[in-house]
């Protein structure tokens, strides 16, 4: 167990619509990372936040957003869905916003869209 | 940008044989060095890094090396077992205000009895 929660661990949709992961870093962590795993693109970096602000920025499209709430946790919202987004969605953590630091990741959330 | 090459994508080895993966980066402000391993289905699993003021760094039958001047950085697994096939990734940080990840392609090993 890696300390980091994901939820939810699997969500079915269809074209067009949004959903919302969740993540939950591990105690301690202010940073949160959110990186996509796809078959033909490997493990992408999406976006960072650090401590309620964003800290940069992947390959992260434009209908996909994210934020970091005051506890801590974080949000990917992904809208207007197409089939090329069905993919696996980690969320990692890490103590600061520098690098050098381990990241550690959740069990992610499996999006599988119809 | 940042680039991670990592070879080979796959490796099929004899239970107790070595395994070796290696990596090379383009960014020479590069950093950190993580291997992750990856089972089917499940998260990216931390087995050991590297940082760029180091050579070599031990953790029981896992050993990284690191070569700056070339860019490249090697996972060496000694003694397989069965229960170190999995996809392995490396990535590279650079240094700077974010901390991302830059992953390689991954290599998925194989270690037969």
């Known amino acids: 167990d890696s300390g980091v929660t994901q939820t939810p661990k699997h969500l079915i949709t269809a074209t067009g619509q949004r959903v919302t992961l969740r993540c939950s870093p591990r105690s301690g962590d202010l940073s949160v990372y959110w990186y996509q795993q796809s078959l033909d693109q490997g493990l992408q970096f999406l976006i960072q936040?650090?401590?309620?602000?964003?800290?940069a920025k992947g390959n992260i499209l434009e209908r996909f957003s994210a934020q970091q709430f005051p506890d801590l946790h974080s949000e990917l919202n992904l809208s207007s869905l197409e089939l090329g987004d069905s993919a696996l969605y980690f969320c990692a953590s890490s103590v600061g916003a520098v690098s050098n630091q381990p990241q550690h990741f959740g069990d992610g959330t499996r999006l599988s869209i119809l | 940008g940042e680039n991670v090459e990592q070879h080979p994508s796959t490796l099929s080895v004899q239970e107790g044989d070595s395994a070796v993966i290696k990596c090379t980066y383009s960014d020479s402000a590069s950093n950190y060095f993580p291997w992750y391993k990856q089972e089917l289905g499940k998260r990216p699993q931390l087995i050991i890094d590297?940082?760029?003021?180091?050579g070599e760094k031990k953790d029981q039958r896992i050993a990284v090396t690191l070569n700056k001047t070339a860019k490249h950085f090697s996972l060496h697994i000694t003694e397989t077992q069965p229960e170190d096939s999995a996809v392995y990734f490396c990535a590279a940080q650079f240094t700077g205000t974010a901390s991302k990840l830059t992953f390689g392609t991954g290599t998925r090993l194989q270690v037969t009895l």
């Open positions: 590297i940082r760029s003021n180091v």
């Open positions: 936040y650090y401590n309620g602000e964003e800290r």
